[in-house]
């Protein structure tokens, strides 16, 4: 069993920044990535960014050039670097851990991130 626990989130003004962080207990084998997806009210949760256990990222259109994701592997914890930040990045954001074998997602509980004036 593996467990997710976000943390970071909570009310900023446009333009300014916020760091999310997750960590992961557990086995961590077979641990193929680790991510972020978002669900703003009455949408479907989406993509925001994911990390292998090799490094390589991946980013949705909507948050590339704003947004890093990293990984400590030593801490099993997964950050998201969130910089000028818009209105409409308002959303539970969601870490999410994916294994191999057998193929699985793990969820974390989300935390809300609220950007406005």
């Known amino acids: 069993q593996v467990q997710l626990v976000e943390s970071g989130g909570g009310l900023v003004q446009p333009g300014e920044s916020l760091r999310l962080s997750c960590a992961a207990s557990?086995?961590?084998?077979?641990?193929?990535?680790m991510g972020w997806y978002r669900q703003a009210l009455g949408k479907q949760r989406e993509l925001v960014a994911t990390?292998?256990?090799?490094?390589?990222?991946n980013y949705a259109d909507s948050v590339k050039g704003r947004v890093t994701i990293s990984r400590d592997g030593a801490k099993n914890t997964v950050y998201l670097q969130m910089n000028s930040l818009k209105p409409e990045d308002t959303a539970v954001y969601y870490c999410?851990?994916?294994?191999?074998?057998?193929?699985?997602?793990?969820w974390g509980q989300g935390t809300q991130v609220a950007v406005s004036s």
């Open positions: 999410t851990a994916e294994f191999l074998t057998p193929p699985y997602n793990y």
């Open positions: 557990g086995s961590m084998f077979m641990l193929n990535a």
């Open positions: 990390i292998t256990t090799g490094g390589s990222t």
